[in-house]
């Protein structure tokens, strides 16, 4: 009788179900740790998430300078003339910024390992990438928050603009991004702030428009481009989305930056739950 009793005790729902409660918690909180350190490897600078371009494009006129340590240090201090501030705005966005295409001087499909959201970047928006109603978006995609594509390294001339444009609207600096075909360009101040080349031209568009070899003295070192460069300045330039789309555009990319944390963190936090109620019925059980 005793032995039965014994029995049907060590079988009991509360301790079958114990054991497998526990088992499932390590197995969630296992995998949502590996997952945890997958999403952080990349912000944690442990693996990069894009692939570094060809040592020749990181060398040339519109290669790579000096890396931007801090997104603040591109902010104006409270003393620095504006002109002044834009001129080293310019400059430091294009020598932290790799110009470079792989057929041509177009964006082609070769291009996408280079554009497309990296895996260990952002894989939500990774996965978006392949879907049909994403792709030509997210396999061409240009950050509009700064830190985001200053770490990724590498931008066509709309891109560095769009970092410029950004850094001057959080300080409240009226600036405005034109594109022509040929190129994209920054104005703010009356001037021209060229991040892809690394130019700033204190005259407005519109003067430039009027002579484009007033730019020639400003590019000089860029000779065997000046004949595009007249053709794209002495077009009429159209501006590149609005303030309200390039906020509506950096707030996507801030939820989808929280939101790639959320599914490892849950998976950690169930684990523990399990875990800890597992743990709660096989003392009760116990008791």
């Known amino acids: 009788m005793d032995s039965a009793l014994k029995m049907r005790q060590g079988t009991s729902p509360i301790r079958l179900t114990a054991g497998p409660l526990r088992l499932l918690g390590l197995l969630s909180a296992g995998l949502g740790t590996v997952f945890l350190l997958f999403v952080s490897a990349y912000p944690l600078g442990l693996i990069s998430a894009y692939p570094a371009p060809p040592q020749a494009a990181t060398e040339g006129p519109l290669g790579f300078e000096e ?9 104006r201090d409270p003393e620095e003339p504006v002109q002044a501030y834009l001129q080293r705005l310019t400059k430091a966005v294009a020598g932290g910024m790799v110009h470079y295409w792989t057929q041509g001087d177009e964006w082609t499909l070769a291009d996408t390992r280079y554009t497309r959201i990296g895996l260990f970047d952002n894989y939500l928006l990774w996965m978006q990438s392949f879907l049909p109603q994403y792709r030509q978006n997210l396999q061409n995609y240009e950050f509009v928050t700064p830190h985001k594509a200053l770490a990724r390294g590498y931008g066509f001339c ?3 603009s769009k970092i410029v444009y950004s850094v001057l609207a959080d300080q409240g600096i009226e600036a405005t991004i034109y594109t022509v075909p040929e190129h994209t360009v920054v104005e ?6 060229d991040s892809d080349y690394g130019v700033f031209v204190p005259h407005s568009l519109s003067e430039v428009q009027q002579d484009p070899t007033i ?20 077009q009429s330039w159209q501006p590149l989305g609005t303030s309200q789309g390039f906020n509506d555009v950096r707030n996507y ?5 929280r939101l790639k944390w959320w599914p490892p963190l849950m998976l950690v936090a169930a684990g523990i739950l399990l875990m800890a109620f597992g743990t709660l019925l096989r003392r009760r059980n116990i008791a």
């Open 188 to 193: 703010s101040n009356g001037s021209i702030l």
């Open 67 to 75: 890396k931007v340590a801090d997104v603040d240090d591109l902010y």
């Open 158 to 160: 709309s891109q560095v």
């Open 253 to 257: 990319e801030a939820k989808f930056e």
């Open 215 to 234: 730019i020639d003295p400003y590019y000089v070192q860029f000779g065997s481009m000046l004949p595009l460069l007249h053709k794209a300045y002495g």
